[in-house]
């Protein structure tokens, strides 16, 4: 008898977390290691909202409430949709989690049935295509093309779409790529899903990064289009948009009530409620003029931490890096560096198990880490099937302009650094 149940081999991780180790182990040996692998803002909780955290917990508010998430806040998050994507919302097709990821699994185990197929960006946010098999449903990644500006193509989804399709997952801005979808882009991925899909798909637009948006771009929702708030779940949360990641809120709002309501059981299930003090939080974040201010100041700061990344790295040799117009990451090509460090001829020489674990973008990233000190996500991170050959790597720009500058110092070294990488391989040590 097996301990751990076959299911549990199903479901994979979200890498970003498994590299606080690495660069603990990095930095006792004395290297300081520049952070760029953090998806959170390095901004502290702005003041308003941490007021009214400190309130709610003077005012003993940290008991059980409505597993569906207090109504003041559905209140408040209706309010917001309703204002920014032109949509009537009530409140009872909210539901509050504990952070924007629960609804990304839950969904998947709400809607597919084994043998369902579902869509999703690859490179994508990792949880997507984690669940997939978890929940006995089928992975179909839909490669966004760099010369697409990592948008997704119309014509590539509807290549993708079958009678067994029921969840597309879509991401604007987007985590890895700062891609960003304009409307005529949205309206024909919308013609696509109307057309070629049964009424009973789904299309889950993650929102997350929707205040943080560069250039004067302004976030739309595929849900505003004619047709698609009827099988449209708008997530979003209070972890980007607020630089309170560690305050787990976040929310969906469904279809239809009665969907909601099956989250609001699956809620009951799992967390029971989500913590109080935080939603109050989370109530005063959406409806305060202050945090218009608040987001302003962050966006402007990731906008110029950009504008010299970016900058930089098209100058640097072996890279090329679109312009992202949304989130804080920057992703760059880096098959020139893979050329010029010989990575994929130092890849096939490892053991195939090895290889199976690691891939050329994922040695540079940890040779980066581990003899460069900097941490940055390798592109197998954001989505594994069909990736072979895509030489990426994904730096987070929530960093100080300073550091920042230091890591681009450091991945300039890095990259004429050839007997270093080979020591690096010779030493066969995290290599993935
Ligand atoms: C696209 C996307 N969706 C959801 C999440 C999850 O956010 P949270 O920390 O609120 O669970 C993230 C976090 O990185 C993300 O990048």
Known sequence: MNLISDRTSLIHTENAFKVGPYIREVEETGLHVVRCNIGEPDFPLPAHIRDEVKRQLDLDNVHYT?????????????????????????????????????????????????GDEVIYPSPGFPIYESFIRYVGAVPKPLHLREELGFSVSASDLAELISSRTKLIYLNFPSNPTGGVATLKQLEEIAEVIKSKCDPNVRVYSDEIYENILFDGEEHVSIASIAGMREKTIIASGASKSFSWTGGRIGWAVFPSIDEAKIFTNLNINYFSCIPPYNQEGARVALTSPKSAESIAEMVSAFQERRDMVVGRLNKAPGVTCQNPKGAFYVFPNIAGIVTALEIEKHFETLPKDIQNKTSPSTLFQMFLLFKHGVATMDRKSFGQIGTAGQHYLRLSIATALDELQLALDRMEKAVDDNDGFNDFIKAGQRLF
């Open 66 to 114: 409505d597993p569906q998430g207090i109504l003041s806040l559905r209140e408040a998050i209706a309010g917001t949709i309703e204002s920014t994507r032109k949509i009537s919302v009530s409140p009872q097709q909210v539901v509050v989690f504990p952070g924007g990821k629960p609804p990304i699994g839950l969904s998947q185990q709400v809607y597919c049935n084994p």
